[in-house]
């Protein structure tokens, strides 16, 4: 019985293994070309070439290395090839002898930018298992994404990092996760931008040799790299060197040195030959790249070491493995012969070929991440949380018990301003100084396809919303004892509702600011920019005495239906008439303090709605900064 029941698990784990396969081999292999490759940064005057009609071919099964000075170029032409800039390009890429559709090729390709930027409070594990959900989409059982993913950190030695936090990973494997994370779905092609920046030179080796192995399974690896020893350079198969925008060699690492020694330029004994040849692009041997690019034809063709350079495109085939799924789905329209379906169903059709995951999907992944972000940032949510606290007590001690007295009614009124003022900050200026930094992982996933930006916009609110919510209750909890406001559920429901809605408000202009700049100028920018709306908000100045051709600011700010809708919350409502600790009080009656306000005819859900719309504007403000910030990253 129990060789049956072992016999039955090998069975198992065999079957699941061979279910996997099919997303562990690669679909087909991709040969990447290109035509007369041009590209001109700016526009008009201003506008400067790039590129300078740059042919070649990247070929499946090869480690390929676009190697060049600063200023050369090979940043650019690895943007283009992968599909990242649009904007000012000229010429033709190619996919297997096919135009490049570039819908499809983003699905099937996977883009490692120089820098690793990850989110340093998830483990490797965490980080891993997100990346499946998102790249996998649901047609994969959970047991099958587990085999994937030990499959992909057993091949790149990650395994017993597993439970690690990404803050204590080394660069190494930083790099090395960054190369995992797109593994997962198993792209055809793979770019990596300077992946050796940063690291050692043993890290460098393990780094390069992981990709010559990657390369080896039938992918098409490019990756640029600036001065490589010549060990590392040994490793790669094909070598793309630019200079000034024109391709000075192409072909095999072994027959750089021959073809140099055809116009004349010997690579002295055991020096580097990527020392040499960059010395040679920058110009330290003279004026030699017109017959350099003139002998490879700007990279039309091969240098194999012979007499006849082979030249740089595969045989135009048809017959090429590459499944077009965007020809697909219009050869299915086409039969239904339905132009209204087709523009109805087009949209959809567009995010299953982008997104592996469904929207509903995305967002519960990566809220769930965000809140694990969140909850693990000790430091950060603790001063949040020390600050309510302490400021809290702070305003209690200095206002004691001035709600009910009339005699220091202005008092009241200031404590009011000031607990607006302080959520304001409070929800804004965190959201400034972290969203930047957070931005670059959303870049970097997003262009990869993980996930939509309206996902990833609605998992950020979401995730949000109950910091937005607990932290104005402590503190206006201890506030509003402290201070002896009216002993009211109702009135203390209204100015906590008034007070939640200003933190959403304040949360979506830090989303908005930070989304639009970098920290150093954020952080200017968000202070500065919420003066105006202060100032009109009525408290330093009535609202019957902003001249006309100012009144419109008043209309528009925010600040004004926040601090009008904690005056009414307290003093509307036909309060009863406060107590008086002086023989005289002028304000004792609460309509007449609101007159003194021209808050007399003011409406509080008027205020309630106004903050509501401020919130729906700002944030699809911030939705449409980050969108178009996404569209600047990729032209």
Known sequence: MEVDKSSSA???????????????????????????????????????????????AF????????????????????????????????????????????????????????????????????????????????????????????????TLGLTETGRTRISCLSGGECKRLSIGLELVNNPTILFLDEPTSGLDSSSSLQCVSLLREIARSGRTVVTTIHQPSSRLLELFD????????????????????????TMNLNCP?????????????????????????????????IYQESPTPTLASPSLSHDTGFYDEDEDVNMLDGKKNSKA???????????????????????????????????????????????????????????????????????NAGLLFFNQLFILFAAMMPT???????????????????????AYYLAKTLADIPFQIIFPVLYLVTVYLMTNQPMSIERFGMLLCITICMSLVAQGIGLLVGAAFNIQVAVFVAPACAIPFLLFSGFFVNLNAIPPYMSWIADISFFRYAFE????????????????SQPYCHYRYADKFLEQFDLGQSSY??????????????????????????????S
């Open 565 to 580: 809708g904690s005056m009414l919350a307290i003093y509307g409502n036909d309060r009863p008439p406060l107590t008086c």
């Open 341 to 411: 379906k087709n523009k109805a169903n087009h949209k959809t059709i567009d995010e299953r070929l982008i997104y592996a995951a469904p929207f509903h999907t995305q967002v519960a992944v990566l809220l769930r991440r965000t809140w694990r972000t969140i909850w693990r940032e000790k430091m950060l949510t603790m001063l949040r949380f020390a600050a309510h606290i302490i400021v809290s007590i702070l305003m209690g001690l200095l206002y004691w018990r001035v709600g009910d007295d009339a005699s220091v009614i202005y008092n």
């Open 59 to 154: 070929k499946s099964g090869q480690l390929t290395a676009i190697l060049g000075p600063s200023g050369a170029g090979k940043t650019s032409l690895m943007n283009i090839l992968a599909g990242l800039k649009t904007t000012g390009v000229e010429g033709l890429v190619q996919v297997n002898g096919t135009e490049r559709n570039l819908k499809t090729f983003r699905k099937r390709s996977a883009y490692i930018t120089q820098k690793d930027h990850l989110l340093s409070n998830l483990t490797v594990n965490e980080y891993m298992m997100a990346a499946a959900h998102l790249k996998l989409g649901n047609d994969v059982p959970n047991k099958e994404k587990k085999i994937i993913i030990d499959n992909v950190m057993a």
């Open 605 to 634: 859900y008027l205020s309630v709605v106004g903050l509501l719309v401020f919130f729906v504007l700002i944030r699809v403000a911030g939705y449409v900064v980050l969108r178009f910030k996404l569209r600047h990253v990729r």
């Open 10 to 56: 090998a069975a198992w784990s065999q079957a699941e293994v061979s279910k996997t396969q099919k997303y562990n081999k690669v679909i087909s292999s991709l040969d990447l070309t290109f035509r007369d490759l041009c590209f001109t940064a700016g526009k008009g005057t201003k506008g400067k070439r790039i590129l300078h009609k740059m042919s070649g």
């Open 269 to 301: 004994s055991y020096h580097n030959p990527a020392d040499f040849a960059m010395d040679i692009a920058s110009g330290e041997y003279g004026d030699v790249l017109s017959g350099l690019v003139n002998g490879i034809e700007n990279g039309r063709l």
């Open 432 to 454: 400034v100084v972290t969203f930047p930094l957070e931005r670059k992982v959303l870049v970097r996933e997003h262009l990869n396809h993980w996930y939509s930006l309206k």
């Open 238 to 261: 094909h070598l793309y060197i630019v200079a000034g925008g024109s391709c000075m060699y192409q072909g095999p690492v072994q027959s750089l040195v021959p073809y140099l020694q």
